[in-house]
């Protein structure tokens, strides 16, 4: 018997789940399911991504739901709508062996008026974006007034969006009855006031230590400097053969530049990013599920709600600004009781950042070394002789072309076809790799005497390769390091690489440009205006960084801006013509409804 029967899921579930490999519940499945099933609670789940939450709650719906009836019962809300589609698919294979069961998925970037009929036809379960969700609502096209369960998907996720308003809007057109269940990765004060507003007397489980990260994850960190970032980079990648990996940077510019360069280098990997339409993000999804991609490159918000199995590396090339995102970062690997690795590139004043996230995610990181090249190409070689040793032969078909094949190695002694073989490979890394350099950076964290008086590394108007410039927009202006990035780089038409260190403090900002684009930042940015006052560059070292009167600190402003800059910083980014626009259309609205700033 499937241990689902004794939870209480009827047979014709049971069977269908069967099919598509549930044979043991995991934790989460089979502490939440009893206490779902029973109706009568509301509920606060805690447990990490991949750990099977979305059978969690999705059988227990369709135990509970009258499907003779064809109107809305059931509301679940997820941030993305890469996660919407999994979620409403992954219900319909559940309840195949069901009838008359219907699920429609909303979500922005698609049509608005398919998903409405899809809702005019009838329908019980509604898994939806809060972005389209409330346009539809708006519309007057839905009812939930006989909603009984809503269901908040990675409910983190949604408020670091920005999403709080619209969750707001949407739950107020429910009934005060109706059953509230939530399911967040980490439990930040956010997600407890939400818990607190919609629930009574929740029934609370969490599945380890509330905030901390997947057992089953190693974490690594390598550090290198910031103009060997990229070279280090593929060669970890290389140093991995069979990597089946999801590669995070910051920006989008860098998510394109880097998947560019990767593609441009013979790697199987593509972009994915909010710039994409929906028809271009599926295409790429599509690949790297089919693992025709080997390398997915991608931003956080665009990488929000992505459930693919096997996943065996996620790789920050850029740790993110929120250390709770690098939790949802790593969670896309080391699914489903499965182990991964998750691998931070670093530089040696980042180390503070990865003491922060092991104390977020209760476990140490190991300090990497990045492989020699001769490691490399060691590790290439034994990769293909392992693929070799395990291939499988169609015999059928080479046999016809095996007396040709012998007779091409008549000549060649068994000794010789290997090693002919083996280079062919192996000699494509051993050029690549002659006389490679130590990529290895020395790592030092920085003392709290060293920021108090002003990191002797920082405040030079000139560092080795990079000049030192000064720009006089800051955070105050709702600027990330990642806007402020993609503003210099749109502005003065330079290469992200060209950018090092941007140093965000509140009213100004400094940052670092290779020697060679210094005039052609400074010309970039002649006639450049923001928001009605002229943006002026200059060299870091005509600004009197050091005078008297006390260093401003990085954050910049008082506790409230930077709280809200705090909230900002995941919910909305900046055009680079200096408009605002919301971040959360990136990942879920397609365009639908853009709320000007």
């Known amino acids: 018997m499937n241990p689902f029967s004794t ?29 779902l099933l029973s109706g009568s609670n509301d509920f606060v789940g805690l447990a990490q991504t991949g750990t099977g939450k ?7 719906l369709l135990e509970l739901l009258d499907f003779s009836e064809n109107h809305p019962q059931a509301l679940v809300l997820c941030p993305t709508r890469e996660l919407c589609l999994q979620i409403a698919n992954d219900i319909k294979n559940y309840a195949k062996n069901l009838s008359n069961v219907h699920i429609v998925a909303v979500y922005g970037g698609a049509s608005i008026s398919d998903q409405l009929r899809q809702i005019k036809r009838g329908v019980q379960i509604v898994v ?39 969750i707001d809007s949407i739950l107020s057109t429910t009934p005060e009855d109706k059953k509230t269940w939530l399911f967040s990765a980490t439990m930040p004060s956010e997600v407890r006031r939400i818990a607190k507003k919609y629930m009574t007397d929740p029934h609370e489980l969490t599945m380890g230590t509330k905030n901390t990260g997947n057992a089953n994850i190693d974490h690594e960190y390598y550090v290198v400097r910031a103009r060997d970032k990229y070279a280090a980079f593929k060669r970890i990648v290389d140093f991995n053969p069979e990597i089946f990996g999801i590669v995070f940077c910051r920006t989008k510019i860098e998510t394109q530049e880097i998947a560019e360069a990767l593609i441009k280098d013979g790697y199987n990997a593509d972009a994915l990013h909010g710039d994409l339409s929906q028809q271009q993000r599926d295409k790429v999804m599509k690949r790297y599920r089919d693992r025709s991609l080997q390398l997915l490159i991608a931003t956080d918000v665009a990488a929000r709600g992505i459930d693919v ?38 530089n040696s004043k980042e180390l503070g950042k990865i003491r922060q996230i092991e104390r977020v995610i209760g476990k140490q990181f190991t300090k990497a070394e990045i492989p020699t090249g001769f490691d490399v190409c060691e590790k290439q070689l034994f990769g293909l002789i392992h693929k070799v040793h395990s291939v499988t032969v169609n015999e059928d078909q080479i046999e016809q072309y095996i007396p040709r094949i ?26 690549y790799y002659k006389d490679a350099p130590d990529l290895n950076a020395p790592a030092y964290e920085e003392r709290s005497s060293d920021r108090g008086r002003g990191d002797r590394y920082d405040r030079t108007s000139s560092r080795g390769n990079y000049t030192r410039l000064f720009i006089n927009l800051g955070s105050v202006d709702d600027f990330t390091r990642g806007d402020m990035l993609g503003f210099i780089c749109s502005n003065a038409r330079i290469s992200g690489k060209a950018v090092g260190k941007i140093d965000l403090k509140g009213v100004y900002t400094f940052f670092e440009v290779e020697n060679n684009v210094v005039d052609q930042v400074q010309q970039g940015f002649k006639s450049v205006d923001f928001q009605g006052r002229n943006v002026r560059i200059e060299l870091a070292g005509d600004r009197g960084e ?10 910049g402003g008082s506790f409230r801006e930077r709280r809200e800059r ?7 980014f900046r055009d680079f013509s200096g408009k605002r626009r919301d971040e959360r259309h990136e990942g879920n609205r397609g365009g639908d409804r853009r709320k000007k700033w």
Do not use: C, W
Request: aromatic fraction near 8%.
């Open 7 to 35: 939870l209480g899921i009827r047979h014709d579930i049971v069977n269908a789940i069967t099919e598509l490999g549930f044979e043991n519940p995991t934790p989460i499945q089979e502490q939440a399911i009893p206490v």
């Open 54 to 60: 979305t059978a969690a709650f999705g059988l227990p």
């Open 128 to 166: 939806a974006t809060p972005g389209r969700m409330l346009d539809i609502i708006n519309r007057k096209a839905i009812d939930f007034s006989a909603v009984r369960y809503v269901v908040l998907d990675e409910a983190d996720e949604m408020l670091n969006m920005g999403f709080q308003e619209d």
């Open 309 to 346: 199995n096997d996943v065996t590396h996620v790789i920050n090339y850029s740790l993110p600004d929120e250390i709770e995102n690098y939790t949802h970062r790593s969670g896309r690997t080391a699914r489903a009781g499965k182990t991964g690795v998750s691998i931070a590139i670093i």
């Open 406 to 431: 012998m007779d091409e190695f008549k000549d060649l002694s068994k000794e010789d076809v290997i090693k002919r073989f083996a280079s062919l490979e192996f000699n494509r890394f051993l050029d």
């Open 546 to 555: 050091s005078r008297g009167g006390g260093r401003e600190r990085s954050t």
């Open 566 to 572: 705090r909230s900002n910083s995941t919910g909305g």
